[in-house]
C-alpha cells in the first residue's frame, strides 16, 4: 500500500485520483479507506466535496491533514461533471482516474490499469465494474456499445443513438470467457482511467450534463479524437448503491436524480450529437424509479408497516413530484446568477494542510 504526497517515499507518481460525490456522502469514509488500503501503486489524491453534512466534512478535513491530500469543498450540492472539472484542474500526472465516492476498489486494482494503458495506448480505460457487496459477484458494467447510428435513405438520414452495457446484472462466473482485456466503447464514472493528454483534445467534461449521458458523452468524444476506450477486467471495483441512505443523504440524492436534470441532461445530449429522437420522457421516468426505489418505496413501507395501501402511495409518490420541483427551482434560483445550471464556479474552495 502506498500513501499520496505526505509520504517521503513517494516520489513522481504516474496517477492522480480524482474522487467527487456522486449521489450520497454516507459511504464516504468506507470508500476513501478502501483506496488507501488496496492501491498498490505511488499516487496524487484530489477529493472533491460539495455540500456533505457536517461529520462527513470534519471527516475529510482530518483525512487531508493527515494523508496530504488536496480537498476541494463547495458548500453546495455538485453535478458530476461540475465536480470533476473542479477536480481535473489540480492533476499533473500523466493519467488521472476519476472515482466516485460511493466505490469501493479491491486489492491491486490500479496497476493492471496502468499496464493496459502503456501497453495499448489506450486513452479510457474501465475496470470490471460490480454493484453491491463486493462477495456477491454482480456484474454492473464489462465495457459496451455507444455510438451514433446514421440511417441514410434516400434523400433523408436519420441519427439514433445506440448505447449496450454488456454483462448488466449477471454473475461473474457466468461471464468469465467474455471477461478479458479488449478495446470497447464505453466506460462509466463509477470508475475512469484516462490519459490526461486526451483533454488536450476534447476539453473538459460538458457541465451541460447535469446527471445522465455524461460518460457516453465523453467515450464519445474521445473515439472521435481518434482515442480508444478499453475494457481491464484485472482491476475490479464495486459501486455500493443505496438504500439505506443517511437523512443528510436524501436532499442531495432528490437533486442529483431530479426531473428538471434529467431533462435539461438529455435534451442537452440529443442537441449537441444532433439526434433525432429526443427521449427526455425516458429521462424523468428513470430518475423517477430512482428515487421511487431509494427514497419512496422504503418510507412507504415504513408508513405503512410493509401493508399495501394504494392511497398512501399515490400521496407520496405526488408528494416527491412537487418536492422534486421546489427543490430544482429554489436551487437554481440561489445559484443561478453564476452558472445557468445552477452552479458557482466561481465560489469554489480549496483547502491546503495550512488551512486545516
Not at 476519476?98 to 479510457?124: K, M, Q, R, Y
Not at 451514433?148 to 449477471?170: D, I, L
Amino acid at each position: 500500500m502506498y500513501s499520496t504526497l505526505s509520504d517521503p517515499q513517494v516520489t513522481d507518481p504516474q496517477v492522480t485520483i480524482v474522487v467527487v460525490p456522486r449521489e450520497r456522502f454516507s459511504f464516504t469514509r468506507q470508500s476513501l479507506e478502501s483506496i488507501y488500503q488496496y492501491t498498490d501503486l505511488p499516487f496524487k489524491l484530489v477529493y472533491v466535496d460539495g455540500g456533505s453534512p457536517r461529520p462527513v466534512q470534519d471527516y475529510l478535513q482530518t483525512q487531508a491533514r493527515e494523508r496530504g491530500f488536496e480537498l476541494i469543498r463547495q458548500d453546495r450540492y455538485l453535478s458530476p461533471n461540475y465536480a470533476r472539472n473542479l477536480g481535473l484542474r489540480y492533476v499533473d500526472t500523466k493519467y488521472v482516474v476519476f472515482i466516485d465516492n460511493d466505490v469501493e476498489v479491491t486489492p491491486g486494482w490500479l496497476s493492471p490499469l496502468v499496464t493496459c494503458a502503456e501497453e495499448t495506448g489506450a486513452s479510457v480505460i474501465s475496470p470490471l465494474l460490480l454493484i453491491g457487496k463486493l462477495e456477491e459477484q454482480i456484474i454492473h458494467s464489462a465495457g459496451g456499445e455507444a455510438h451514433v447510428k446514421v440511417n441514410q435513405q434516400a434523400e433523408r438520414s436519420s441519427r439514433k443513438f445506440h448505447e449496450k452495457m454488456y454483462g448488466c446484472n449477471k454473475p461473474v462466473a457466468t461471464m468469465q470467457q467474455h471477461l478479458h482485456r479488449q478495446e470497447t466503447e464505453l466506460a462509466e464514472f463509477h470508475c475512469m482511467f484516462i490519459r490526461t493528454a486526451i483533454f488536450e483534445q476534447v476539453g473538459c467534461f460538458d457541465e451541460g450534463l447535469l446527471n445522465t449521458r455524461e460518460h457516453l458523452d465523453f467515450c464519445m468524444l474521445v473515439r472521435q479524437a481518434g482515442g480508444t476506450v478499453y475494457l481491464e477486467p484485472a482491476s475490479v471495483i464495486t459501486y455500493v448503491p443505496g438504500p439505506p441512505l443517511e437523512w443528510t443523504d436524501i436532499l442531495f440524492y432528490m437533486l442529483r436524480w431530479s426531473d428538471a436534470w434529467a431533462i435539461a441532461s438529455m435534451r442537452h445530449f440529443y442537441s449537441k450529437w444532433n439526434l433525432d429522437k429526443d427521449e427526455t420522457k425516458l429521462a424523468k421516468s428513470t430518475v423517477e424509479f430512482r428515487r421511487k426505489w431509494t427514497l419512496l418505496n422504503p418510507l412507504i413501507h415504513r408508513l405503512t408497516f410493509g401493508q399495501d395501501y394504494p392511497l398512501v402511495k399515490k400521496v407520496v409518490y405526488r408528494l416527491d413530484k412537487l418536492l422534486n420541483r421546489y427543490l430544482t427551482d429554489r436551487y437554481a434560483r440561489k445559484y443561478s446568477s453564476s452558472s445557468p445550471h445552477g452552479i458557482a464556479p466561481s465560489q469554489a474552495q480549496t483547502t491546503t494542510l495550512a488551512e486545516v
